[in-house]
């Protein structure tokens, strides 16, 4: 009789057991059916590496570790001295280009005077064959017949022989005019030769100068790259760069985190994402704020499963195969509702308990 007391108590921690195990598990069921949860999930903002295009010695760093910068603020300077030489340089080879463009010029100008001279050297040339033509006409005329009166006795040999010579002169004369005509022509071709080079030289300069002022171009553009600045706003990372470092094109210094814009990304493991979809509401706790619930809502999925782009994607052709379960990154976009404080305090890599409510 005395342990019924006992056993009763004993019946009731049971029972009530019991029935909170079922309310619970009720609970969970229900839950389950309407969410869809992860603590595989972190905090994620645009990370801007900085990076130099031009190589050389750092003259001076503006910021130091975790400071907050705005776009266009100077993060450090390159010393300069060698990239003003080259642009000096480079202004000096344009100089010489654009001169060599203007001698090319005077020798075109010279050149095309020259040939208007030997056009009218051959005219010239062709009136005086014309004339010495007539000439050596009226000549041949006169010997005929005084060789004609010089047979019939006539006329005496010195008047003949003076006809003769007459015709022998206009001859001579008119293969004079030629040759000097012939040698105007080939003069005046040698001239056109000579222009034609003289316009190609011009095309020559203006490639040239078109080259040296790309030279110019990319010598004063390098010399800007002396100067690297904050492509966003943000906060920069730990800087790890000294004055009199050298510091080499592509080489990555340090980070901007530009932390105007957050997400979460969040590794649903594949056997939850049935009910999944984009726009649906999502809450969220940082474990850094356990207190605070953000709110957000799904914004895309990701085209491929996380081992995918790994450096050594899995192969399951190959071995062995055993069956595991894989997880895809989904975006998570914060709405507007957050308190915008606390999203500020929110950091990349920062760990995420998720919940989207799929119902």
């Known amino acids: 009789m005395e342990n019924k007391p006992a056993n009763k108590k004993f019946i009731l921690i049971i029972g009530s057991l019991v029935l909170l195990g079922g309310v619970y598990g009720t609970f969970k069921y229900m839950h389950g059916q309407a969410h869809e949860e992860t603590d595989d999930a972190q905090i994620e903002q645009n990370m801007n590496p900085i990076i130099p295009r031009v190589a050389g010695y750092v003259s001076k760093v503006y910021i130091k570790d975790n400071d907050f910068v705005k776009k266009g603020d100077t993060l450090l300077v390159i010393d300069d001295k060698d990239f003003l030489v080259k642009v000096e340089e480079a202004k000096a080879a344009l100089a010489?280009?654009?001169?060599?463009?203007?001698v090319s010029k005077a020798d075109v100008g010279a050149t095309a005077a020259n040939i208007s001279i030997s056009e009218a050297t051959i005219q010239s040339n062709l009136g005086s064959i014309e004339a010495a033509k007539i000439r050596l006409g009226r000549a041949n005329n006169d010997f005929e017949r005084y060789s004609n009166l010089y047979k019939n006795h006539s006329i005496t040999k010195q008047q003949y022989e003076q006809a003769l010579a007459a015709k022998q002169e206009a001859e001579k004369q008119v293969e004079i005019l030629q040759q000097q005509r012939n040698a105007s022509s080939h003069q005046r071709e040698a001239v056109v030769s000579k222009t034609n080079v003289a316009s190609k030289q011009i095309g020559v300069a203006n490639a040239n100068i078109k080259r040296a002022q790309s030279v110019l171009d990319a010598a004063v553009l390098n010399l800007g790259y002396t100067v690297i600045t904050a492509s966003v706003d943000g906060q920069v990372s730990s800087v790890d760069v000294q004055a009199g470092q050298m510091i080499q094109p592509g080489q990555s210094l340090f980070y901007i985190v530009n932390n105007a814009d957050t997400w979460v990304i969040a590794n649903f493991k594949e056997t939850q994402l049935n009910k999944m979809r984009i726009g649906q509401k999502v809450t969220f706790k940082v474990d850094a704020y356990p207190d605070t619930e953000f709110e957000g809502e799904v914004n895309s999925f990701s085209p491929a499963t996380g081992s995918r782009f790994s450096i050594l994607p899995p192969d399951n052709a190959t071995g062995?195969?055993?069956?595991?379960?894989?997880?895809?990154?989904?975006?998570?976009?914060?709405?507007?509702?957050?308190?915008?404080?606390?999203?500020?305090?929110?950091r990349p890599g920062m760990n995420v308990e998720v919940d989207v409510h799929v119902k």
């Not at 062995?320 to 929110?346: G, H, M, Y």
């Open 96 to 102: 010489v280009a654009e001169n060599s463009l203007e």
């Open 320 to 346: 062995n195969f055993v069956k595991t379960i894989q997880r895809l990154p989904v975006k998570i976009k914060l709405s507007a509702n957050n308190d915008a404080e606390k999203v500020k305090l929110l």
